[in-house]
């Protein structure tokens, strides 16, 4: 069974909208900033042997306010900038469908797909939806602080990327030490 990361998108690989509803999620590609310095970050966890696969809710698509065509170029530079795998996308406007988080059907799909081991694989995200969905799959959240991270379950909240990053890799040598003591 692999390991793999769950990074979400808006706010973690991508910079948010100023001028939009919080959090501003951008609509036209000319909005779409990748945030570029966490290429090196992102890259420890895959030499570390972790799949980093992108989460993303975007129901602007459903909604009219977002073209799939932009949507798809903004996944394209953003799988050109950063070493990121795949991207599992949920399109829909209504919570409770099952790819929609807090629902865990974007973890449950690339579980299949990538064959992971969702016990052993991690979320980061700065919403508290993301780390709802990974308790129900049954991944760690960890979660960088920000006004959205809610007051709901999250196994840990970190101040940054930088330390999410850490923390996994931290955690990661942790049970191998264990593993191999056992």
């Not at 129901?59 to 953003?78: F, K």
């Not at 988080?101 to 449950?108: A, R, S, T, V």
């Not at 991944?139 to 960088?144: L, N, R």
């Not at 999250?154 to 955690?171: E, G, N, Q, R, Y």
Request: negative net charge; charged residues 20%; aromatic residues 6%.
């Amino acid at each position: 069974m692999r390991l793999a990361v769950f990074l979400e998108r808006d706010g973690i690989l991508n910079r948010y909208v100023t001028g939009r509803a919080s959090p501003g999620v951008p609509i036209r590609l000319e909005q779409f900033q990748v945030i570029e310095e966490t290429r090196s970050l992102l890259q420890s966890l895959k030499d570390a042997g972790f799949l980093l696969l992108v989460a993303t809710v975007q129901p602007a698509v459903s909604r009219g306010e977002l073209s799939r065509n932009e949507l798809d170029l903004m996944h394209h530079v953003l799988k050109h900038k950063l070493p990121v795998d795949d991207i599992l996308l949920c399109c829909a406007d209504d919570a409770s469908h099952p790819c929609h988080k807090p629902q865990p059907g974007l973890f449950m799909e690339a579980a299949f797909k990538w064959g992971l081991a969702l016990d052993r694989c991690y979320v980061i995200s700065d919403k508290w939806q993301d780390a709802k969905a990974a308790q129900v799959a049954g991944c760690t959240s960890v979660m960088i602080d920000s006004p959205w991270v809610g007051t709901d379950h999250h196994d840990f909240v970190v101040p940054d990327l930088a330390t999410a990053v850490k923390k996994i890799l931290s955690l990661t040598a942790s049970s191998v030490r264990c593993a191999a003591a056992g």
